[in-house]
């Protein structure tokens, strides 16, 4: 696997400043792509295929188009919330043993 990967996954090794952005930028990529197939994806492309489902007595697709992108985007920030306490805490071990 590559470096950037262990990195990303595991609190035991200590980032670089490059390594800590680096995993920023992928980690905000992966998030709005999931976010955009959660919102434009499952609410608009494929909702009149997801409206032969329902949930909560409401169809699938217009559940999504109104709800489920909120939720999806909530619950994302925080992911992202959790994800960068991680980095924050390997790029923090790095600049203590600068100090």
Do not use: C, H
């Amino acid at each position: 696997m590559n470096s950037s990967y262990n990195n990303f996954f595991k609190t035991n090794k200590i980032m670089s400043p490059q390594d800590y952005w680096k995993a920023n930028l992928k980690l905000l990529a992966v998030l709005l792509l999931i976010w955009f197939v959660i919102s434009f994806g499952f609410g608009i492309v494929l909702s009149d295929f997801l409206d032969q489902f329902s949930l909560g007595g409401f169809k699938l697709g217009f559940w999504f188009a109104q709800q489920g992108s909120i939720y999806g985007f909530v619950v994302l920030i925080f992911v992202y919330v959790f994800a960068m306490f991680r980095l924050e805490k390997k790029i923090n071990k790095k600049e203590e043993e600068n100090d």
